[in-house]
T-cell receptor
Framework: GIQVEQSPPDLILQEGANSTLRCNFS?????LQWFHQNPWGQLINLFY???GTKQNGRLSATTVATERYSLLYISSSQTTDSGVYFC??????????FGTGTRLTVIP | NAGVTQTPKFRVLKTGQSMTLLCAQD?????MYWYRQDPGMGLRLIHYSVGEGTTAKGEVPDGYNVSRLKKQNFLLGLESAAPSQTSVYFC??????????FGPGTRLLVL
């Protein structure tokens, strides 16, 4: 299957700081999603972004499909942003392959 | 509109017991999926379905069976549970190629 690498694996931020999370993938994709898994284990859809740029409040994402990477930007981080951020990609039948995630801790 | 729901939320099994996990979606999605998440890892696809009456194997299908008798439901069965199947199980659905929407998960402990 397709390989998905996320960096950094862990990130600790002071509240109010900005951050960039990266996702590299090994093949062409027709689906790329970013998720936030909160401390209760719930998976929250952030973006469906196989290409281009999207913004939603303090979060934005950019996928450069030709170079096989995606970036998730978090601005003015809040403690509620803590959790694990997953990138997942799919080819063909929309079966998602997940990276191992970036664990974000936001300190007050 | 409940989205994707999963039953049960938590279950404890003894080795060798069987059980069925139920996933239901009310978004009229064609595609449905079952994933498992082990500690410290991302999700891995077990089985999926691209329409009522169809099923296919994913990345880690061994030890599981599935059925999609109704469009809105996708069942995951464990015939003889093993400790290695201790995990959190997530169901998801989508129209086709596009955003997958995930349920809240089922925590399974096999002793």
């Amino acid at each position: 299957g397709i390989q998905v690498e996320q960096s950094p694996p862990d990130l600790i931020l002071q509240e109010g700081a900005n951050s960039t999370l990266r996702c590299n993938f090994s093949d062409s994709v027709n689906n790329l999603q970013w998720f936030h898994q909160n401390p209760w284990g719930q998976l929250i859809n952030l973006f469906y972004i196989p290409s281009g740029t999207k913004q939603n409040g303090r979060l934005s994402a950019t996928t450069v499909a030709t170079e096989r990477y995606s970036l998730l930007y978090i601005s003015s981080s809040q403690t509620t942003d803590s959790g694990v951020y997953f990138c997942a990609v799919a080819t063909g039948a929309n079966n998602l392959f997940f990276g191992t995630g970036t664990r974000l801790t936001v300190i007050p | 509109n409940a989205g994707v729901t999963q039953t049960p939320k938590f279950r404890v099994l003894k080795t060798g017991q069987s059980m069925t996990l139920l996933c239901a979606q009310d978004m009229n999605h064609e595609y449905m999926y079952w994933y498992r998440q082990d500690p410290g890892m991302g999700l891995r696809l077990i089985h999926y379905s691209v329409g009522e009456g169809t099923t296919a194997k994913g990345e880690v299908p061994d030890g599981y069976n599935v059925s999609r008798l109704k469009k809105q439901n996708f069942l995951l069965g464990l015939e003889s549970a093993a400790p290695s199947q201790t995990s959190v199980y997530f169901c998801a659905s989508s129209y086709s190629i596009g955003t997958q929407y995930f349920g809240p998960g089922t925590r399974l402990l096999v002793l």
